[in-house]
C-alpha cells in the first residue's frame, strides 16, 4: 500500500477539527466552570493542531484555513459520535470527560504511529508535537475528571 502524505496530513487536520468540535460543543452545553474552560481551552489547542497540519501541508489544493475550521462538524467522525452519546438525554459532563480521555488517547496513539511512517522529519516533528500535546490534553481532562468523583490528583 502507498502511503500518501498528502492524504495523511488532510486526516491530520480534519481530526483535529473534529476535536475541537468536540470540545467547543461540549462548552456550550457544560455546567461545570470547570470543565466548560477546560473544553473551550482544548478547542482553542484543537483548532491550533490543525493549524500545524495545514501549515505543513505542501498542496495548494486546499481551502483557507478560517474556511475549513468554519465548516460543519463531520457527523461521521468518532469524536461527534462520542459527543451524541454524552447529549443522549440531559448533557452528561463525566461522560463527556470520560469519552474525551478515551479519544485523545487513542488520536496521541494515532499520531505516533503515523510520524513513525513519515520521513519527512519536519513533517514528523509536527505529528510528534501533536501526540505530545494531545498527551497533556488527555491528563488536563483526567484532573477534571477526578475532581469532578471529588478524588485528588
Known amino acids: 500500500m ?11 487536520i480534519q481530526t483535529e477539527k473534529d476535536a475541537m468540535d468536540y470540545y467547543f460543543f461540549a462548552a456550550e452545553k457544560a455546567v461545570d466552570e470547570r470543565v466548560r474552560k477546560t473544553f473551550e481551552i482544548l478547542g482553542r489547542e484543537e483548532r491550533q493542531h490543525a493549524l500545524t497540519f495545514y501549515q505543513a501541508y505542501p498542496g495548494n489544493d486546499l481551502p483557507d484555513f478560517d474556511s475549513m475550521m468554519a465548516a460543519a462538524p463531520d457527523t461521521d467522525s468518532d469524536w461527534w459520535k462520542a459527543l451524541q452519546k454524552a447529549m443522549l ?32 522529519e519536519t513533517i514528523r516533528n509536527v505529528y510528534l508535537a501533536n501526540a505530545g500535546s494531545t498527551h497533556q490534553h488527555m491528563l488536563l481532562v483526567e484532573e477534571d475528571y477526578r475532581a469532578m468523583l471529588g478524588q485528588s490528583g
Do not use: P, T, V, Y
Not at 2 to 12: C, V
Not at 102 to 112: G, I, M, N, P, V
Open 2 to 12: 502507498h502511503f500518501d502524505l498528502n492524504e495523511a496530513l488532510k486526516d491530520a
Open 89 to 120: 438525554n440531559d448533557f452528561d459532563e463525566r461522560l463527556a470527560l470520560e469519552l474525551a480521555i478515551e479519544q485523545e488517547d487513542a488520536l496521541e496513539k494515532q499520531l505516533r504511529a503515523m510520524a513513525e511512517k513519515i520521513d519527512d
